[in-house]
């Protein structure tokens, strides 16, 4: 699809700013569009181009104005197809006589021909035209013997079969005609509620300090006009005020659809830009600039707007004390607060139509198999994620948004950022005990583990719990006294691998253990303690 932009002066309206090119090949409503040839179909015009300076522009306005044109120009061509319809169907039906008449000098029986044998008066009969075939003439009777063919062809509510087909076909037509009614009306309206959306995330950008955010990708946050992508959001916000201006708002979001419409602004320290008055919340300073700027904002559509604040070190939400470690976490509870279409399942809201859909593949319960192995899953959901993690991507899920490189996991990522490209990793803080960690995962293991008390994996010959499955694997051979890890060296078992590696060592003449005071170095941890404990007199 094409997505050429102009940068230069509307060929419809003479607006100036970054228009759609008229000659490229753009997608809406499921249909392409070609504002050039729409231009010459209905209204026959062909606007003029020129190689050395291309300003063939149109903007998003214009746009909607053509579309609806068009609509109503296929509108109009529907009821004349409509309306020549109705007509041959009144002509299918009705009875043609054509009466011959003689003149007034052939009245006298003077001139009636013995050749003639056939211009007699009673011969001056009319003649009956038919599509169909004729049907015998019906004699005279002088009395009521027998029901007439049109009287037998009559329903019990006394309609012929006639008028019933001609009713059917017009009832046909005119539900097709509504259809089609209500398939212009629903375009045009959700036309008029994105121009709502579009006039009201441009009065923010244009009256306030407030800043959108594209998403959070492999550096950092991005842009929303170039793309260009900084590890802290202060910093994308300097970016934006200095770099992009007025003009480039006027296009914001310009070619966005409805059914994934969503808007992410950075309000830190929002301000409004014409009294320079502080608010904390984005309602705040759109009722201000409804109640003291008299400015035009559209209150009677659905808010598609995510506001973010980071004047903190953690994400969080600025409706509820929730905090976050990741952006992407982040997001996905803002549908928690922006209801605005509801899953029927689970009555989870979500802030716009592409959001619910992705998540209504949850719900889809099922036997689902595996395009690419026999593996089967009983959600759709499952079955994605398995051929996205296996096949597609292999074990490579973390992308470097430096190099392209991927990698297995995040921390790995994590690693590599930090030795390659000299990325400074922020140091993260417990908020319960204050243990720092270097790395998110960590620090998840050690809130679940420490705080949370979380024990998942139980014993079924006793009462011990367990965080993780290989602490109970580790557990279990308490009771069942199996050794199934033999030194092949001196053929000693072990109950567990970890011990086996310990005892290697002493054939290995592993002495990592060492005194710093006399230098005497030790296999074993327990070895080291007790000579420190028993020679130096310190407890380690």
Not at 245 to 254: E, R
Request: charged residues 30%; proline residues 1%; positive net charge.
């Amino acid at each position: 699809m094409e997505t050429s932009v102009n940068h230069s002066m509307c060929r419809c309206c003479a607006s100036e700013g970054a228009f759609k090119d008229v000659k490229s090949t753009y997608h809406w409503m499921g249909e392409e569009e070609i504002y050039a040839d729409m231009l010459r179909e209905c209204f026959d015009i062909n606007l003029n181009t020129s190689e050395d300076c291309d300003e063939s522009g149109i903007c998003e306005v214009c746009i909607t104005q053509l579309r609806n044109a068009i609509n109503f120009k296929k509108q109009v061509l529907h009821t004349e197809e409509h309306y020549k319809k109705l007509v041959q169907n009144k002509a299918l039906f009705r009875t043609n006589i054509v009466k011959i008449e003689a003149n007034a000098d052939d009245d006298s029986e003077g001139n009636v021909s013995a050749d003639d044998a056939f211009s007699g008066a009673e011969f001056d009969v009319p003649i009956k035209t038919e599509e169909e075939e004729q049907k015998p003439k019906k004699r005279a009777a002088t009395t009521k013997t027998m029901t007439t063919r049109s009287k037998k062809a009559k329903t019990e509510s006394g309609e012929t079969s006639t008028k019933r087909i001609r009713r059917k076909a017009n009832a046909t037509l005119v539900s097709s005609d509504n259809k089609v009614t209500r398939k212009l009306k629903k375009a045009e309206e959700k036309g008029l509620e994105l121009d709502k959306h579009r006039s009201n995330i441009r009065l923010i950008l244009q009256c306030s300090n407030a800043t959108p955010i594209r998403c959070r990708g492999g550096i950092g946050y991005a842009c929303s006009f170039c793309g260009d992508e900084y590890p802290e959001p202060a910093n994308l916000k300097k970016h934006t005020i200095e770099q992009h201006d007025d003009k480039a708002k006027l296009k914001f979001m310009a070619g966005k659809m409805m059914f994934s419409y969503l808007v992410k602004l950075d309000i830190t320290n929002l301000t409004c830009k014409i009294c320079d008055e502080n608010f904390n919340l984005l309602e705040q300073l759109i009722d201000h600039l409804i109640g003291t700027h008299n400015k035009k904002y559209f209150n009677d559509i659905k808010n598609h707007i995510m506001a973010f604040k980071f004047d903190d070190d953690v994400l969080k939400c600025i409706y509820c004390p929730q905090n976050f470690h990741k952006f992407k976490n982040l997001q996905q509870h803002m549908n928690v607060h922006c209801r605005n279409y509801i899953c029927e399942v689970c009555d989870a809201g979500f802030i716009n139509k592409h959001i619910l859909a992705s998540h209504s593949e949850a719900h889809k319960i099922g036997t689902f198999k595996c395009d690419l192995c026999p593996k089967i899953f009983d959600t759709y959901r499952k079955k994605k994620s398995h051929e996205k993690s296996v096949h597609i991507h292999a074990s490579l899920v973390s992308k470097c948004g430096y190099c392209n490189e991927k990698f297995s996991s995040s921390r790995k990522k994590d690693d590599h950022l930090v030795k390659v490209h000299g990325v400074q990793m922020k140091a993260l803080k417990c908020p319960a005990c204050d243990k720092i960690f270097d790395n998110k995962t960590s620090l998840t293991v050690h809130t679940k583990r420490d705080h949370l008390m979380e024990r998942r994996h139980d014993c079924t010959l006793c009462d011990m719990k367990f965080f993780q499955s290989n602490e109970l694997k580790i557990h279990m051979v308490k009771h069942t006294g199996v050794r199934e890890f033999k030194c092949e060296i001196c053929f000693k078992k072990y109950g567990r691998k970890k011990t086996l590696k310990e005892h290697m060592r002493i054939h290995n003449d592993d002495r990592r253990f060492k005194c710093e005071i006399c230098g005497q170095a030790f296999v074993q941890k327990c070895s080291w303690k007790g000579h420190m404990r028993n020679k130096h007199g310190e407890l380690v």
